[in-house]
């Protein structure tokens, strides 16, 4: 019992054709796709107890229907399941019951850091009802801790100025302390 549990990647990275690393992977699959296939060992380890869940920087373009202006070529492109309300709340959170921790994948690989402002992510992936940020920024030098401080007091003023749900953070935080 002294062991965490965590899956990924959701909602499923088996047919990406795009290293999210190095891209921004898309799947053209619907919802009834996904629960056909890729959802069956997710919602398996839901039910025995699967205490987090990372999620995919993939796009689902059949499921998500929210855009965002690229930063990199002004390109809208629909958000990836990490940053989608309709895949981290509709799907995970209230049609499969999954009331544990979800936690990103790195937030600093370029499917999301080459398309998205730093802040932006922190804003549209709590509100979509992540609960750990990983990665946000690179803290590998002095000045990637500096990036990182800076963060944190920047994500904090926007949850001060309600850019983000106060009450998704108290969630947040609620599972994480649960967790531990």
Same mark, same amino acid.
């Given at each position: 019992?002294?062991?965490?549990?965590?899956?990924?990647?959701?909602?499923?990275?088996?047919?990406?054709?795009?290293?999210?690393?190095?891209?921004?992977?898309?799947?053209?699959?619907?919802?009834?796709?996904?629960?056909?296939?890729?959802?069956?060992?997710?919602?398996?380890?839901?039910?025995?107890?699967?205490?987090?869940?990372?999620?995919?920087?993939?796009?689902?373009?059949?499921?998500?229907?929210?855009?965002?202006?690229?930063?990199?070529?002004?390109?809208?492109?629909?958000?990836?399941?990490?940053?989608?309300?309709?895949?981290?709340?509709?799907?995970?959170?209230?049609?499969?019951?999954?009331?544990?921790?979800?936690? #990103? %994948?790195?937030?600093?690989? +370029?499917?999301?850091?080459?398309?998205? =402002? /730093?802040? @932006?992510? &922190?804003?549209?992936?709590?509100?979509?009802?992540?609960?750990?940020?990983?990665?946000?920024?690179?803290?590998? #030098? %002095?000045?990637?801790?500096? +990036?990182?401080?800076?963060?944190?007091? =920047? /994500?904090? @003023?926007? &949850?001060?100025?309600?850019?983000?749900?106060?009450?998704?953070?108290?969630?947040?935080?609620?599972?994480?302390? #649960?967790?531990?």
């Amino acid at each position: 019992e002294s062991i965490m549990t965590s899956l990924k990647h959701f909602p499923g990275h088996g047919d990406a054709s795009t290293d999210s690393h190095t891209g921004l992977p898309r799947i053209e699959k619907s919802y009834d796709e996904l629960k056909a296939n890729e959802l069956i060992p997710f919602e398996r380890c839901i039910k025995e107890g699967a205490d987090m869940i990372m999620t995919a920087h993939i796009q689902y373009p059949l499921i998500e229907k929210e855009t965002y202006s690229s930063i990199k070529d002004g390109q809208k492109i629909e958000l990836p399941a990490t940053l989608s309300k309709t895949i981290i709340t509709d799907i995970l959170r209230n049609d499969l019951g999954f009331d544990g921790v979800v936690v #990103t %994948d790195a937030m600093n690989m +370029a499917a999301i850091s080459a398309h998205f =402002d /730093v802040l @932006d992510t &922190a804003r549209l992936a709590i509100e979509a009802g992540v609960d750990i940020i990983l990665m946000p920024v690179d803290t590998g #030098t %002095d000045d990637g801790i500096d +990036a990182l401080d800076k963060y944190i007091s =920047d /994500v904090a @003023d926007m &949850a001060d100025e309600g850019e983000i749900s106060m009450d998704k953070v108290d969630l947040a935080v609620t599972r994480i302390l #649960t967790l531990k």
